[in-house]
């Protein structure tokens, strides 16, 4: 028996205008554009190995070394749009064997927790889709695959591309235009870097896919968000990236951050992510920024507490040096262990008892998509090697 | 010589169609219309005495013991309009005494800690100007003389009303038809009662003031806030209130205690008022609400974390009965001692530590407006008696 195999890495994105809101749950449309910065894979990826052969009766998934199966509905209508575009590549050359008839094996793993809460669901799915994409050889542009991983999890469609990316939310009833598109590569603004504060949280979030219909079903502010705020956001973004402009970037990222976590605190029931440590380094940036006379670092939070925050190379000194200063006893640190003694010392006064609301920092930087990768995660047999 | 003097009490309200945003500064006039419920006075209250004589070369003023003189710029409006009208009285019945050319002294006290955070100010320059208005023996109307207590501090307008009062923005530049209307009399609906869990905070909060012209400048959410939800929820919300409907009522006031504290958020930089022990009070409302299978409590939130929870007398028991089995702890609950046993006992499931996040309770319901009293600050030479 012959046992065909692909394998890919993808990565996580953050977004600095956010997706928050369905206009169709099974589909995954969203209510708004948004904008993110792919992370790099060093610190934050998933890895994944699809493989099918004529011997598999059915789909299995393995996760983070468990056998998951394929329970959910959004991982099988992301098999369902694979197999389509492969059987029309069948049908049009018979010389090629009948993948789309085929059982296929699909064996992930993250390189970081997934209890951080740290988006690992675009990772997933932007790497499950990439999988069979290549194991299907499917010729669809990126932005065309996008669009699968989207039914997946709506954020995983930005992890298709590195750098700067924006998933326009499109018009049509049936998503066909609702994708990811690069806005600018790594390679035009690569000066990114992020540290991630991984906020600890003895509460459970409201899961973001909860959350977003809460929001949609009763916030009076969202309407206004969605139809005037964000709109006009998106195109300054893009802008602002486009120029290299971190000033505009980063102001227009915080403030969609707060834009965001206000209409969830508007829904009714409210909802709640940011705590009272998030709040601290909310007020530390802000303070950053204020000393410095401009805006050199720039926070944005996701549906949970966790901070990540943005800022140039070229002032690494001055943010680290802060963070540092104020957060050195969480673990993290090992990775810039021979740079600490370049960093700045702050005067900024600052809640020296804050780092016992945080769990770690992961310091990483903007990355490229999808990456070709000689590791697999299957044996010959196209099952888990563990 | 001859002093005159004259006394009167006034109360704190609460709103709960909040007041946020100034359009004009000086005038304290208001960019939204605003609702409220005024509490009872043996709880929270301002005492002040008002005295004039020939022989006063300057006005006074003694607070809560301290003697602070007139310094404030608001104080000094409040007094010039005051003594506006008095003239129009001696200019039209030369018999009158010179008041107005008079100084006056003024003695105030607050029956509760000015520390707790519970809008001393609006009981305060209601007070004043009451018992000034007094003094001088002006014939004009509440509502009149609401636009001069709201020149010393907006809310405290509304503090001239017992029962439910409603704050009219207006539209005049010069603010003479921004004043406040009684919506319904205390005896309309005097069942109304309020939970107030003082919350412990060691931040500072940012100023109401400040808090205000940051949002104006900045919220995008504001606008919004302003022109589409504020006006048809002012109109719903004195409908449920004329009605005696808690459950319309209860929701306005919990939607819109978060949209203000969203648009809060919305503000660049965020202001935040709740902190992590306000939103668990929330939860446990909201809670409380959905095993009833209806609202019977409401929260709202000023410009700080304490919550205030109103409910309806005939669900006392299962409002303070929950609130008693997590908060027992904290002080407050002697003046409900006889009723505690009538408490019903709560299966909702909730964070046993909260109540170290709240230093006590006060446990008060709907009240009347100023009142007179004869009770005196000052004595026969117009000092402060201690």
């Given at each position: 028996m012959s046992v065909y195999t692909a394998s890919t890495t993808a990565p996580v994105n953050i977004a600095t205008l956010k997706y928050w809101g369905k206009r169709d749950k099974t589909l995954n449309l969203p209510t708004n554009s948004s904008i993110s910065v792919t992370l790099a894979q060093e610190d934050l990826r998933t890895?994944?190995?699809?493989a099918t052969s004529s011997t598999f009766k059915k789909d299995n998934?393995?996760?983070?070394?468990?056998?998951?199966?394929?329970?959910?509905?959004?991982?099988?209508?992301?098999?369902?749009?694979?197999?389509?575009?492969?059987?029309?590549?069948?049908?049009?050359?018979?010389?090629?064997?009948?993948?789309s008839e085929w059982g296929v094996h699909i064996v992930s793993e993250?390189?970081?927790?997934?209890?951080a809460g740290l988006a690992s669901s675009a990772a997933g799915f932007a790497a499950l889709v990439?999988?069979?994409?290549?194991?299907?050889?499917?010729?669809?542009?990126?932005?065309?695959?996008?669009?699968?991983?989207?039914?997946?999890?709506?954020?995983?469609?930005?992890?298709?591309?590195?750098?700067?990316?924006?998933?326009?939310?499109?018009?049509?009833?049936?998503?066909?235009?609702?994708?990811?598109?690069?806005?600018?590569?790594?390679?035009?603004?690569?000066?990114?870097?992020?540290?991630i504060l991984v906020v600890s949280d003895d509460k459970k979030d409201t899961?973001?896919?909860?959350?977003?219909?809460?929001t949609v079903a009763t916030s009076d502010l969202f309407q206004y968000r969605i139809k005037e705020v964000v709109p006009r956001r998106f195109e300054e973004m893009k802008k602002s990236i486009v120029e290299r402009d971190f000033?505009?970037?980063?102001?227009?990222?915080?403030?969609?951050?707060?834009?965001?976590?206000?209409?969830?605190?508007?829904?009714?029931?409210?909802?709640?992510?940011?705590?009272?440590?998030?709040?601290k380094i909310i007020k530390l940036v802000h303070k950053l920024n204020e000393q410095e006379g401009k805006i050199i670092a720039a926070y944005t939070f996701d549906a949970g507490p966790n901070a990540v925050i943005y800022y140039e190379e070229q002032n690494e000194n001055k943010v680290l040096g802060l963070i540092h200063k104020y957060f050195q006893k969480v673990s993290g640190w090992e990775k810039v262990a021979n740079k600490v003694s370049t960093f700045e010392d702050s005067?900024?006064?600052?809640?020296?008892?804050?780092?016992?609301?945080?769990?770690?920092?992961?310091?990483?930087?903007?990355?490229?998509?999808?990456?070709?990768?000689?590791?697999?995660?299957?044996?010959?047999?196209?099952?888990?090697?563990?």
């Open positions: 890895l994944t190995s699809a998934l393995w996760l983070n070394g468990v056998e998951e199966g394929i329970k959910g509905e959004r991982t099988i209508a992301c098999l369902k749009d694979l197999r389509k575009l492969r059987k029309a590549l069948e049908d049009a050359d018979s010389s090629l064997p009948k993948f993250n390189n970081f927790p997934t209890a990439v999988a069979i994409a290549k194991l299907y050889e499917l010729p669809q542009l990126m932005s065309e695959i996008s669009k699968i991983a989207r039914k997946g999890s709506g954020s995983a469609c930005r992890s298709l591309f590195g750098g700067y990316v924006a998933w326009e939310m499109g018009e049509a009833a049936d998503g066909e235009d609702s994708k990811a598109v690069e806005v600018a590569p790594l390679d035009h603004w690569s000066s990114m870097k992020a540290a899961p973001s896919t909860t959350g977003m219909q809460t000033e505009t970037f980063g102001d227009l990222t915080m403030k969609d951050s707060n834009s965001f976590h206000a209409v969830c605190l508007d829904s009714s029931p409210p909802i709640f992510y940011l705590n009272d440590t998030s709040k005067s900024i006064e600052f809640d020296t008892e804050a780092y016992k609301g945080v769990s770690r920092i992961i310091l990483t930087k903007i990355g490229p998509g999808p990456q070709e990768t000689s590791e697999s995660l299957v044996n010959e047999q196209g099952l888990p090697k563990y």
